[in-house]
Structure formats: structure tokens, C-alpha cells
Nanobody
Framework: QVQLQESGGGSVQVGGSLRLSCTAS????????MGWFRQAPGKEREGVAT???????SYSDSVRGRFTVSRGDAKNTAVLEMNSLKYEDTAMYYC???????????????????WGQGTQVTVSS
């Protein structure tokens, strides 16, 4: 069982920046792929970004060029740098981990095994 802890959410104005961090309770096969998805009220879950153990990344079309996902100093951590935030980025953001072998495309991964409780990001005008 892997537990994930997100931090860094909050409120920001349009055009601002936030940095989300995620730490997994262990470094295992199930944390080789890390990433983020988000869900806004009344909307479907949306993949945001993924990063593989070898640092290959993917992004959704809606955040590419504005968000950057990276591994932290420790293997079991991931960071999501969010710049030029838009009102439509408002959502609950969840960190997720999974083993390799699935399909990562445009910020979506089809083999998430674990995810955290989520951290709220609110962008206002």
C-alpha cells in the first residue's frame, strides 16, 4: 500500500503561479510513474501530467506550455509547477502513482494504482 501526500494548493489570481508537491510513502514499482489529475465540480476527471521514472513526461493539451511536472530530489516525489493559471484550472488536484506498462498520453495514464486526498487549486479573477 502506497500513501500519497499532496501539498501546495491554494488560491491565486488569474495569471499567477502555484507549485504542487507530492510525496509517496515508499519508493516501489508502483511509484515508477507519477502524475496529476484534476476534477472540478460537475466535470469529469481530467489527466493533467505524467512523469516516468526516466523523466519522460506527457501533458494535457489544456496545460501544455504552462505546467511543468518533474521529479523531486527524492525518487518518490513529484512536483507540478503551474504558471499562467487560468480560471478554468480551478479544481481539486490529485497526485497519483502507478507501475509502468500502461499508456501515458496527454497527461492521462490508464494504470494509476494509488492517489492522494487531493489539494484544492482556486484561480480567481
Amino acid at each position: 500500500q502506497v500513501q500519497l501526500q499532496e501539498s501546495g494548493g491554494g488560491s491565486v489570481q488569474v495569471g499567477g503561479s502555484l507549485r504542487l508537491s507530492c510525496t509517496a510513502s515508499s519508493d516501489s514499482h508502483s511509484t515508477l510513474i507519477m502524475g496529476w489529475f484534476r476534477q472540478a465540480p460537475g466535470k469529469e476527471r481530467e489527466g493533467v501530467a505524467t512523469i516516468a521514472h526516466g523523466s519522460a513526461t506527457s501533458y494535457s493539451d489544456s496545460v501544455r506550455g504552462r505546467f511543468t511536472v518533474s521529479r523531486g530530489d527524492a525518487k518518490n516525489t513529484a512536483v507540478l509547477e503551474m504558471n499562467s493559471l487560468k480560471y478554468e484550472d480551478t479544481a481539486m488536484y490529485y497526485c497519483a502513482t502507478g507501475p509502468p506498462g500502461g499508456t501515458a498520453r496527454r497527461g492521462y495514464y490508464d494504470r494509476w494504482d494509488y492517489w492522494g486526498q487531493g489539494t484544492q487549486v482556486t484561480v480567481s479573477s
